[in-house]
């Protein structure tokens, strides 16, 4: 069965911490992973993608991911946090036609 | 950055009634999808619609859902008779273009099914 799992639900850090957020997937062949973004009160906004190549790749606001393929795996990491990173971020795996989300993480960094 | 637009924000119905939930991609994208997302849990994925057919849709999307390109603009959802566990927030997105499987979202419609 097709799934993503995402391990920390809820994260709180101080500023200037540093973030690693777990996701794991299971999906048959190959896929595109995705982290994504939702801040208070906005739509999802894609902070970074993996289709081939490196497996670490580098997004937005100074987030990065590594897609380790043995481990189905594809963690995001961000060496310090802001205050302004208090989101909810979302993995999603698939290919055309059909993205499966994991369940989020909701981070709340203090300042 | 072009956006997704919904219609509704929000929409209140009574168990039993026909909703439509609408949306407009981004103009030159080729695929669409709707998702929902019931308060505190996962975003989920109910169907996707490409060349003015369903590609794919979940267990979700059952008989009573349908989905429509009317015009060429809009993309909307129809929810024939809503019940009470179709309270959810909906979201449109599209993709296609130059990096097409990147999804864009709409800021969705909260369906309150009373």
């Known amino acids: 069965a097709q799934s993503v799992s995402q391990h920390n639900h809820h994260v709180i850090l101080s500023e200037a911490a540093s973030l690693e957020l777990g996701c794991n997937y299971s999906?048959?062949?190959?896929?595109?992973l995705f982290w994504y973004v939702q801040y208070p009160g906005q739509h999802l906004q894609l902070l970074l993608k993996?289709?081939?190549?490196?497996?670490l790749v580098k997004g937005i606001k100074g987030f990065e991911a590594e897609f380790i393929k043995s481990k189905f795996s594809f963690n995001l990491r961000k060496p310090s946090v802001q205050w302004s990173d208090t989101a909810e971020y979302f993995c999603?795996?698939?290919?055309?036609?059909?993205?499966?989300f994991g369940t989020g993480t909701r981070l709340k960094v203090l300042a | 950055e072009p956006e997704v637009t919904q219609t509704p924000s929000h929409q209140v119905t009574q168990m039993g009634q026909e909703v439509i939930l609408r949306c407009v991609p981004i103009?030159?994208?080729?695929?669409f999808y709707w998702y929902r997302q019931i308060l505190g849990q996962k975003v989920e994925f109910l169907v996707s619609?490409?060349?003015?057919?369903?590609?794919?849709k979940s267990e979700i999307f059952d008989d009573q859902f349908s989905v429509e390109r009317p015009d060429g603009s809009n993309f909307t959802l129809k929810i024939r008779s809503t019940k009470l566990e179709d309270s959810a927030m909906y979201f449109c997105?599209?993709?296609?273009?130059?990096?097409?499987?990147?999804?864009?979202f709409g800021s969705g419609t909260q369906l309150s099914v009373l």
């Open positions: 997105a599209s993709s296609g273009g130059q990096g097409y499987e990147k999804l864009f």
């Open positions: 999906y048959g062949g190959t896929v595109n």
């Open positions: 993996y289709f081939s190549g490196d497996p």
């Open positions: 999603a795996v698939g290919r055309t036609y059909k993205y499966i």
């Open positions: 103009s030159n994208h080729l695929y």
């Open positions: 619609f490409y060349n003015n057919e369903i590609s794919e």
